[in-house]
């Protein structure tokens, strides 16, 4: 199984208002760059859609080390809450309901299909590569904004 490292991040100018997506795909020695973006979006929603955009672009099952600076992606996988939420018909421990269902049960089935570790580190704090995707959001939503 191919070991890939992906860097993702979600940005958003208002919340909801336009918003980008960037990851950064590192397989081999070599880079590929992925972004997009909504014209009304939050930003967990397009911290969400680049995990799945950038595993969506895995031709085969890998294994993956995914750095992200969202702690709702990261607490939400890593602590199995998303699971729970599922198990409950999409609602959270205090019963409200779970957000963002649309992209988790886009989510869930690419995390069977790969090996998924989730890394988080902190937003805006130097990581090159969360500073690159970063920028790719933030490039995309201005972009939208014209």
Same mark, same amino acid.
């Given at each position: 199984?191919?070991? @890939?490292?992906?860097? +993702?991040?979600? =940005? ?15 397989? #081999? ?12 979006? +939050? ?10 955009? =950038? ?12 750095? +992200?600076?969202?702690? $709702?992606?990261?607490? #939400? ?5 998303? $699971? ?13 309901? #779970? ?14 299909? &790969? ?5 988080? @580190?902190?937003? &805006? =704090?130097? &990581? ?6 970063? =920028?790719?959001?933030? #490039?995309? $939503? ?5």
């Amino acid at each position: 199984m191919k070991t @890939v490292e992906i860097f +993702t991040d979600g =940005a958003c100018s208002g919340n909801p208002g336009p918003g980008g997506w960037g990851a950064v795909l590192r397989f #081999a020695g070599k880079e590929k760059e992925l972004s997009g973006g909504e014209k009304e979006t +939050t930003n967990n929603r397009m911290e969400l859609t680049a995990v799945i955009k =950038a595993l969506s672009a895995l031709k085969e099952p890998c294994k993956v080390m995914l750095t +992200t600076d969202s702690k $709702y992606v990261c607490d #939400a996988i890593n602590q199995r809450w998303v $699971y729970g939420w599922r198990a409950n018909g999409w609602r959270k421990a205090d019963k409200k309901p #779970a957000l963002n269902v649309d992209l988790w049960e886009e989510l869930l089935p690419l995390l069977e299909t &790969h090996e998924v570790e989730f890394l988080w @580190v902190k937003g &805006h =704090a130097g &990581h090159p590569e969360n500073e690159r995707c970063d =920028a790719l959001a933030v #490039a995309y $939503y201005l972009n939208l904004k014209k």
